[in-house]
């Protein structure tokens, strides 16, 4: 059964939780363009279709049919997923990680806090996004440099919390 309203509502809290957290990292210009391809009709007819609630409708869509084709077009969209970041290389005539600009790390970040947020609810801690991050650490899913700050950051905020790495981001960001 589909859920297009408590889709909406899902993506769009996430949403607005990213433009909070992009405001706070001083990247507000790309907390406003933040995952707008979600309501295009090639993400959020999926969204409806497999929304769950407390994950990604993704997930179940890829259970069901072995791949996402809101995913798919959602990646190859959006910067700040590392997914997007993969290129051939003529050398090695493979697909290779490339280093994402810093500012599109720093939107993930902001995007994996808002996620974790939204899915954990009330049991939300500052640890969750670096829990969630552990899933891919050290399988070369992405650029190592890319993996490097992701992990530094999101370990702040586990250790340190919000404030402190968000004051972080800011100071980084204007050097």
């Known amino acids: 059964m589909a859920h297009p309203v408590k889709h909406f509502l899902t993506i769009t809290n996430h949403r607005h939780t990213v433009i ?3 405001a706070r990292a001083g990247i507000l210009w790309q907390g406003l363009r933040h995952d707008l391809s979600k309501y ?3 993400e959020f007819i999926p969204g409806a279709r497999f929304y769950q609630g407390d994950r990604s409708p993704n997930e179940k869509e890829r259970e069901l049919y072995g791949s996402s084709r809101a995913w798919m077009h959602h990646k190859g969209r959006n910067r700040h997923h590392y997914e997007y970041w993969n290129d051939y290389d003529p ?3 493979s697909i290779q990680n490339v280093e994402m600009p810093v500012r599109f790390v720093i939107e993930m970040f902001c995007d994996r806090v808002a996620a974790s947020k939204i899915y954990n609810g009330k049991k939300y801690t500052d640890a969750d996004p670096y829990t969630y991050f552990l899933r891919i ?3 070369h899913r992405m650029h190592e440099k890319t993996e490097e700050l ?3 950051l999101l370990s702040m905020l586990r250790d340190e919390g919000e404030e402190t790495t ?3 981001i800011r100071r980084m960001k204007k050097r």
């Open 137 to 139: 650490k050290g399988k």
């Open 40 to 42: 295009s009709p090639t």
């Open 91 to 93: 050398v090695t005539k």
């Open 166 to 168: 968000f004051a972080y």
């Open 150 to 152: 992701l992990d530094f």
């Open 20 to 22: 909070a957290n992009c």
